[in-house]
């Protein structure tokens, strides 16, 4: 039984030394793979773009891990290996400052703002921002505790509009879906957000001297090792393929 | 009986359990916030959160206690057809991941919902409401009391029920008079499973309740937001949490296990 047991191991271990020679001695040519953090309101769009990046670059992977941008900030404060970050503020940039410049400085690659979603057909007839603060609307806001609350916080106090939320969701995927599910009769939720969702609910926009716009930069980490590959990549999201992808992602351009 | 020497093999991977399911507790213990504890379970917010729990795993537990009863009667006594089937539909609230329960709630009950409709007509809105969070907490916990219940039932002759019942009591007064104390233990350790469930009850809530303090912010979603930007007192919750699990299972020694006997 022990000696099964033991051989079982082995084969496991053997398994998975195998699956990681793979990725890297794959045919002739040495394949680079670039490891990207970037914020979770990305990971639609840039599963897409990295694929589309492999596709212009031979001999280049992209390998993407999708967090919250203070998690991806935390995990590069504890050393966790990586190329490149791209964050949904500036401010999480701006805490990293120290691990990114080296090769070169973090640059904006897309926008996004908040934007007012209804359920398909808008059947409490919601507009514009004024319109959120009709008693007896059922509005739901992403609670203040996320960055989506505090910018709806921030728009709301600023246009003068009191509102009565009868819920301030975790986040605001879950705003989206108490809007989709024709629970809320309105919320606020990113411009990608309300993308991602289609014909399953109807957007308005703020406009833009009402609204907050959220900057994604992008920077080369200091600790890669692969920097030129890296910066490409950077450099690629500015580029036409990569920008219209983000648009048609809900993205505004930088 | 011979006392037998543990082995090695058992014992390590043994130890390695109790240090998995205790490190983490530890960890609440020894982080929380202990100076300024006191400040913050005082705090208004914590405090209205608190009330609401209480509120809310309160009528959970009445809902339960209401309906659970007679149906773990139903199951332990009665000839119903399907029965495998009614105790699979009790158990699957148990083992159904929280937020999964919030979308199937949703899904029946709320605005769009199977009986969205007729809810509607009799003025009932559950979503965004305290008594949302309350059909929440109840959907989870109520099979806690059931299956303890049904247990405990099964387990007691039916010749104390027919005796009293050659004696002229009717089937509410027996259930009332000989089946319940007789199965009081039981009906106390699954009342208080299903109060600490609803107590803590998270994902289910925030998916189909929804988050507003004062009105579905209970406990355990205070602390999932708090953990945002104040994990200290994330924490401070956390331990007070913890602190009412412990003192349930400590008070249910003995009646809901039977080691360590006379808890009473």
């Not at chain 2, 401070?236 to 009473?264: D, E, F, M, Y």
Request: one cysteine or more; hydrophobic letters at 55%.
């Amino acid at each position: 039984m022990k000696t099964r047991l033991l051989g079982c191991a082995a084969a496991l271990s053997a398994t998975v030394l195998l699956a990681g020679c793979a990725t890297d001695g794959d045919g002739d040519r040495a394949t680079t793979e670039l490891t990207v953090l970037a914020a979770a309101s990305l990971t639609d769009v840039f599963t897409e773009a990295g694929a589309l990046f492999e596709d212009e670059h031979d001999g280049v992977t992209v390998r993407f891990s999708f967090a919250g941008s203070q998690e991806l900030a935390a995990q590069i404060n504890q050393g966790a290996p990586a190329d490149a970050l791209v964050t949904a503020d500036t401010a999480t940039m701006e805490a990293v400052r120290a691990e990114t410049g080296d090769h070169g400085a973090p640059a904006v690659i897309a926008r996004n703002a908040l934007v007012i979603v209804t359920p398909p057909g808008n059947p409490a007839g919601v507009t514009d921002l004024a319109g959120l603060g009709r008693d007896g609307l059922r509005l739901v806001l992403a609670a203040p505790e996320v960055p989506a609350g505090r910018y709806g916080e921030e728009i709301l106090d600023r246009a003068g509009v009191t509102v009565t939320p009868v819920s301030q969701e975790p986040n605001v995927r879950a705003v989206l879906s108490k809007v989709r599910l024709a629970e809320a009769d309105a919320g606020l939720v990113y411009a990608t957000d309300a993308a991602s969702a289609g014909d399953a609910v109807d957007t308005f926009p703020i406009p833009a001297g009402q609204n907050v716009v959220a900057e994604y930069p992008a920077a080369v980490l200091n600790s890669t090792a692969h920097p030129d590959e890296a910066a490409a990549f950077v450099a690629w999201l500015g580029s036409a393929p990569a920008q219209e992808l983000l648009t048609d992602a809900g993205f505004a351009a930088p | 009986m011979k006392r037998r020497t543990v082995p090695l093999t058992l014992l390590l991977p043994a130890a390695g359990a109790i240090a998995f399911l205790l490190v983490p507790l530890l960890g609440i213990v020894t982080r929380a916030p202990w100076s300024s504890l006191a400040g913050r379970l005082t705090d208004p917010a914590v405090t209205e959160a608190l009330r609401l729990s209480l509120v809310v795993s309160g009528w959970a537990l009445l809902i339960s206690l209401l309906l659970g009863i007679p149906l773990a009667w139903l199951l332990a006594r009665a000839r119903v057809p399907g029965k495998p089937l009614i105790r699979s539909l009790v158990l699957l609230p148990m083992v159904l991941p929280p937020t999964v329960a919030g979308v199937a709630l949703l899904q029946g009950f709320g605005r769009r919902g199977l009986l969205g409709d007729w809810l509607a007509s009799v003025g009932v809105s559950l979503p965004f409401s305290t008594a949302g969070a309350v059909v929440a907490a109840a959907f989870v916990a109520m099979p806690f009391l059931v299956i303890s219940l049904e247990g405990a039932l099964a387990g007691i002759d039916p010749l104390y029920e027919e005796a009293a019942a050659t004696m002229g009591a009717g089937p509410l007064r027996i259930l009332w008079l000989v089946t319940l104390p007789m199965a009081r233990p039981a009906l106390v350790a699954g009342a208080a499973l299903a109060w600490a469930r609803a107590l803590g009850e998270f994902g289910a809530t925030i998916t189909f309740a929804g988050n507003l303090p004062g009105t579905t912010q209970t406990l355990p979603l205070q602390v999932y937001l708090l953990l945002q930007n104040d994990p200290a007192g994330a924490t401070a919750l956390s331990l007070l949490l913890l602190a009412v699990a412990a003192t349930i299972l400590t008070a249910l020694r003995g009646r809901w296990l039977p080691v360590g006997g006379g808890g009473r």
